[in-house]
């Protein structure tokens, strides 16, 4: 079983959606939790980086963590074209090395 | 504020060789991670620097190796090219109190053949 599991898509919706993307993770020790975007050919870009449970809100992105379901989740508003890239969940314990899911590859449809 | 840049962007080389990837943090940042990305997979940790030391590892065979100079900088080795060492190789920053907080340089493309 891999330490964080994420579902690779393709998740394909209509411009204007709120996209929903999650992933699960094994290793209750993580504490720190990352959202990056990557686009195709481009290194991941940080997105969002929140500590332990718990919501954080950036403008049209949401993350969430729940640490009791060892689950957690980017919410994006209002998806524009330009939001179609790979997503990619991030983890870590402490100032240790990240570990990162599968990534979820989504496309917003004008 | 120049972000990472990674050199060269992109390589190829053949079974057996030595290649060397290079790395500058971005400007104030102290710590550099490697990682290696598969087509269609997450990025794989390989190594971290901080103070001119690898300070974690990954699971990935002595073949890898690195280092980092007293400017930040740093250089990703692998030695005895195989085939499935074709990836891209990302290199991230970090301050050495922020360490999740990780910055990616675009990466350097590795084509073995």
């Known amino acids: 079983q891999k330490e964080v599991e994420q579902d690779p898509g393709p998740l394909s919706v209509p411009e204007g959606a709120i996209v929903s993307l999650n992933c699960t993770y094994s290793?209750?020790?993580?504490?720190?939790f990352m959202w990056y975007r990557q686009y195709s050919r481009k290194g991941p870009e940080l997105l969002m980086y929140?500590?332990?449970?718990g919501n954080k809100e950036d403008g049209r992105f949401t993350a969430q963590v729940d640490k009791s379901s060892k689950y957690i989740s980017l919410f994006i508003r209002d998806s524009q074209p330009s939001d179609s890239a790979t997503y990619l969940c991030?983890?870590?314990?402490?100032?240790?090395?990240?570990?990162f899911g599968i990534g979820t590859k989504l496309q917003v449809i004008p | 504020d120049a972000g990472v840049t990674q050199s060269p962007t992109h390589l190829i080389k053949t079974r057996g060789q030595q290649v060397t990837l290079r790395c500058s943090p971005k400007?104030?940042?102290?710590?550099v991670s490697w990682y290696q990305q598969a087509l269609g997979q997450g990025p794989q940790f390989i190594f971290q620097?901080?103070?001119?030391?690898?300070?974690q590892r990954g699971n990935f065979p002595d073949r890898f190796s690195g280092h980092q100079f007293p400017n930040y900088s740093s250089e990703l080795n692998v030695n005895a090219l195989l085939l499935g060492d074709s990836a891209l190789y990302l290199c991230?920053?970090?301050?050495?109190?922020?360490?999740?907080?990780?910055?990616f340089g675009p990466g350097t493309r590795l084509t073995v053949l």
């Open positions: 991230a920053s970090s301050l050495a109190t922020q360490g999740n907080e990780q910055f």
């Open positions: 929140t500590y332990s449970s």
């Open positions: 620097y901080y103070e001119e030391e690898e300070r």
């Open positions: 400007s104030g940042h102290d710590t």
């Open positions: 991030a983890m870590s314990r402490g100032y240790q090395k990240v570990t």
């Open positions: 290793n209750s020790a993580f504490q720190y």
